[in-house]
């Protein structure tokens, strides 16, 4: 039987301080390693953006690790020998050390530093010495790029447009604005606010530098008030110079006045030292994105969607001729979603990665066109996809779902890869994961994938209460991939079975299958759910009396969804979810989601807007539910949990609220992670274990 909420409104500090690491080695008497939870995933170094040099005896990259007793993250920068061997750490100073790129001769390394004070431009020789400071701006570079040629950087900063390049004036008007007593803001257009950062005056441009000249000046390649990168394609990938260093291609928003509603980008190019105004070279209504040139200078790769306002219309695989200015597309027989683009050595082929049935493969077409095929599958996602020189094996990241990002390489002769890193041998040598199995059911319409992870030390006569994990998005995907924050393996290592399934609307088993949630959040996916909960309590291992459910935004709609719909959980957690759909589209800020996955706006489909709103359907609540919920919130508004937890506990229904002053849409303080991860589970234990 549910236990019934009683007792006045209690006011409970949580102190997350309360709760020590667990002895690194097993105590005595234990037979072998612990069953994986928070402090083992707080353990994980965190690899990623792995950079092959150009001769291709090294791979630089970032580890970045959890400091739980100091509440931060530190991130530092490694190199690996290409053709294997140990890892070595190269930067110590600092706590984000981030983005190694080589220089043409691969004998320095330039990267992004925090210590001093600002995150700026640093450079090392490729063993790690003689570290020195190469910019010196009043505000932190973002992304950089080294041109092929060597004696010039372009680099992205947030700067006020009427100053441009000149620190100066970019440096009197922050501290004009830090020494005001007024912290008012005065906006006269959306979108003025963003994930959890109030919108400036600044904007996003790109600078040209050649700063191997004594006293030479930036040159400021994108003036105006539009973003370049824009904040929907920012990072490095959204910029690329010429194999010649004459020119830059960007990405840009294509429209200005209207950037919460728009999905519009184009490509841009412009002249390494500015001497001319930028043109676009595409004219695409929706978005392109993340240009990559040819190693011989002929042709631009890219990323291309079709469809204006829908920000998960599938990404193409498009190729520009910069000579005659045609475009072709090089994947529209693979109806699969596009993530990453490289070049082969001799620019006769391309590498990319692309979303498939919970996985992201590498697949490779002939630059002129032609059959793709795959050139590295199995049950993992890859990304930073490199080629070596000789053109006949590859660096890439590999993770799933148990596993952590590592690095490898791979051989064209086929074969095992080799793996280069094992920063995280120690930590599964003290820990055990749960076996993950694949699994497929019958939903309403359509056979449906999903994921099962079990316990460690999984026992097929031994019966385990059911978590029911449910995606964002909602047009995103559970893969064989790891996570940081949603991570199954530590639930599974608290005793459940974990289910997660990827419903209509999930990405990576075709387009049509995505655009099926237009207008059908609700009913649709949760019959989905429900029949993937159906099929696997079915199992004799699992416990039907002991069913539990938990997501985080869309996953968080859905779950408030499933309060108004069943009774057949014990306990729910709805984290960042959705619980009115009007007063949602009122406050948040990326306008083109609701306008295009809700047909409109509230006063356009007043009766689909009540018809999918959780609110509409309170007087059904009656499981036991945690909601969690950041004050920085902006996709999805504090007000959101605020509203849910009132209608909880005026309707009597066992709740707790766990709220952030200082978190966004995601958990990332590592204290506050810890908080999450004990409060969650022991909400959960409270309702489904004896």
Known sequence: MLRKFAGALALTVLAATAQTPPPEQPGPGSSGPRPFDFFALSRIARVSDPQLSPDGAFVAFVAERVLLTENSTVKQIYVVPAGGGDPKQLTFEGESNRQPRWSPDSQRIFYLSDRSGSGQIWAMDSAGLGAAQISNLSVDVTSFAVSPTGDRLVYAARVFPECRADDACNARRLEQAENNPVKARVYDGLLYRHWDEWQDDRRSHLFSWAFAEDGAEAIDLTPGHLDAPPFTHGGPD????????????????????????????????????????????????????????????????????????????????????????????????????????????????????????????????????????????????????????????????????????????????????????????????????????????????????????????????????????????????????????????????????????????????????????????????????????????????????????????????????????????????????????????????????????????????????????????????????????????????????????TALQTHDVPSKLLYYPDEGHWVLSPRNSQLWHQTTLDWLNQWTKP
């Open 238 to 645: 959204s910029y690329a110079i010429s194999p010649d260093g004459l020119e830059v291609c960007f990405t840009r928003s294509a429209d200005d006045g209207r950037p919460a509603q728009s999905t519009n980008t184009d490509l841009f190019v412009t002249p390494i030292d500015g001497s001319e105004t930028p043109r676009a070279i595409t004219e695409n209504p929706a978005a392109d994105a993340s240009p990559r040139y040819s190693p011989d200078g002929r042709y631009l790769a890219y990323r291309r969607q079709l469809r204006p306002g829908y920000e998960s219309d599938r990404f193409r695989l498009s190729v520009y001729d910069r000579a005659s200015g045609e475009v072709e597309n090089r994947s529209e027989s693979l109806d699969r979603p596009i993530t990453s683009i490289t070049w082969s050595p001799d620019s006769s082929r391309l590498f990319f990665t692309a979303e498939d049935r919970g996985r992201e493969p590498i697949f490779t077409v002939a630059a002129s066109g032609g059959p793709i095929r795959m050139a590295v599958y199995g049950d993992a996602s890859h990304d930073g996809v490199q080629l070596l020189p000789d053109g006949q094996s590859m660096i890439y990241v590999a993770e799933s779902l148990s596993q952590p990002a590592e690095i490898y390489r791979g051989f064209s002769s086929g074969g095992a890869p080799q793996q280069l890193t094992h920063l995280n041998r120690d930590v599964f040598e003290r820990f055990q994961l749960g076996d993950v199995e694949e699994i497929t059911y019958d939903g309403t319409s359509d056979k449906i994938s999903a994921f099962l992870v079990k316990p460690p030390g999984f026992k097929l006569d031994q019966r385990y209460p059911l978590l029911l994990f449910i995606h964002g998005g909602p047009q995103g995907a559970w893969s064989q991939s790891w996570s940081y924050r949603w991570n199954p393996q530590v639930f599974a290592g608290a005793g459940y079975v974990v289910l997660l399934p990827n419903p209509r609307g999930s990405t990576g088993y075709g387009q049509s299958f995505t655009d099926r949630i237009r207008g059908d959040w609700g009913e649709g996916p949760f019959s989905d759910l429900m029949a993937g909960v159906d099929a696997v309590i079915a199992r004799p291992y699992v416990d039907a009396t002991r069913l539990a459910a938990a997501g985080g935004s869309y996953g968080g709609y859905m779950v408030n969804w499933t309060l108004g719909h069943t009774n057949r959980f014990r306990a729910l957690v709805s984290h960042a979810g959705l619980y009115d759909l009007p007063s949602f589209f009122g406050a948040t800020e990326e306008l083109w989601f609701p306008l295009w996955d809700l047909r409109g706006a509230p006063w356009d489909q007043p009766d689909l807007y009540q018809t999918l709103s959780p609110s509409h359907y309170v007087d059904q609540f009656k499981t036991p539910t945690l909601v969690i919920h950041g004050q920085q919130d902006f996709r999805v508004p504090v007000e959101q949990g605020m509203q849910l937890f």
